[in-house]
């Protein structure tokens, strides 16, 4: 194998690729090791001042991927809450619609037909209660003719 890092095909090697990724990694941490000292060192020149502005500029990053996470968080809530409603939907109408079956098959009314049952004892009633407003007339003319 050559120093290029090639193998016979003209390829990169991956332990090759793999071991120039780890040093990119290494150089990225100790840089980001260094602006963290550079900062601390700043803060020491400065004084508190730019210590207390650093501090205040992380609790407002805190701040905003707090709420970001916590909007996304029940966005993804809503999310679950809807879907859960609409199987819920399903599996109740998936119910209903056997008992109604099994109920028809039994010759027994389901909901609707008792409903519509009320409705029309309703409306004979009403129509009986009419019927009996008109009638005491009638009924007091025949007591009168029998006493």
């Known amino acids: 194998m050559s120093d290029n890092q090639n193998d016979k095909d003209g390829r990169k090697s991956p332990l090759k690729a793999l071991t120039g990724a780890s040093r990119d990694i290494r150089k990225y941490t100790h840089q980001i090791w260094l602006a963290g000292l550079g900062a601390f060192a700043r803060a020491e020149e400065e004084g508190s001042g730019f210590f207390d502005a650093l501090v205040e500029a992380g609790r407002e990053v805190e701040k905003q991927t707090k709420d970001k996470t916590e909007s996304r968080v029940e966005e993804i809530k809503e999310r679950v809450r809807h879907h859960t409603g609409e199987t819920m939907e399903k599996m109740e109408k998936a119910f209903d619609d056997r008992l109604n079956k099994a109920l028809s098959r039994l010759g027994l009314p389901n909901k609707h037909e008792v409903e519509e049952l009320e409705k029309r004892v ?23 003719q029998t006493d």
């Open 122 to 144: 309703q409306e004979l009633t009403r129509a009986l209660d009419d019927a009996e407003e008109k009638a005491p007339v009638k009924r007091q003319s025949r007591k009168k």
